[in-house]
């Protein structure tokens, strides 16, 4: 937790931009019926069956300090999937970037491991020696700040119905497209003597 709050409290340097990544499933839910335009004064009404038409994953990365996220969908979360999109983020999102200061949890895909499955190793170690890579904590997925972007994404577009992946991909670049366009920056406050205050109970205790 403590490593994580130290890159928090970095200043901005495009050379080593710090990047969170996170990732989320959507189902894709097709109508079974169409529904009811809105009215002047109602809502539009929709019938509450649907059909199923799979899950895709969304990849999502923000740069908190500088008001930039990126979105990109995908039919499954393989390691090799991951490895992908870092190799995107890594060559076409930050292709200037010394090095990127990467924060994500600990879920079994996001290793360097994983570009040695998806990419020859030569290739491998480029993209491992282009990434810091910070961990939260079991538990501590809070601390990961791709999740308050998630949780915006979460409401518009995908709280809504979405039958294919084509749709899904238009809504999200649509809302990435705005989201970038206002530069929403993260302002995180909750540095390591908050934590060692508020958090207390999770040290272990020491008698002097």
């Known amino acids: 937790m403590e490593d994580v709050l ?25 109508d079974s019926r169409e529904g009811l335009p809105p009215r002047p004064g109602d ?11 799979g899950v895709c994953n969304l990849f999502l990365v923000c740069e908190p300090l500088a008001g930039k996220r990126y979105v990109k969908v995908t039919e499954r979360r393989t390691k ?9 983020l890594i060559d076409v999102h930050y292709p200037t970037a ?7 949890d600990n879920l ?33 997925s809070w601390l990961n700040m791709a999740e308050i972007e998630l949780s ?6 995908l709280k809504q119905r979405i039958s294919n992946q084509a749709e899904l991909e238009r809504e999200v670049m649509a809302w990435q497209a705005t989201r970038n366009q206002k530069a929403v920056k993260v302002d995180w ?7 060692r205050i508020k958090l207390k109970h999770l040290y272990p205790s020491h008698e002097d």
């Open 6 to 30: 130290r890159v928090y409290m970095r200043r901005y340097d495009p050379r080593f931009p710090q990047v969170c990544l996170d990732e989320i499933s959507k189902q894709l839910l097709q």
């Open 98 to 104: 010394e090095k990127i200061v990467l924060v994500m």
């Open 189 to 195: 406050r909750f540095t390591t003597a908050d934590a």
């Open 80 to 88: 090799v999937d991951f490895a992908h999109f870092v190799r995107e």
């Open 108 to 140: 079994n895909t996001h290793t360097p491991a994983s570009f040695y499955e998806a990419f020859a190793p030569e290739e491998a170690e480029r993209l491992c020696e282009k990434l810091e890579i910070h961990y939260t904590p079991k538990h501590g």
């Open 152 to 157: 915006v994404l979460s409401g518009h577009p």
């Open 43 to 53: 809502l539009e009404k929709y019938d509450y069956e649907y059909s199923r038409h």
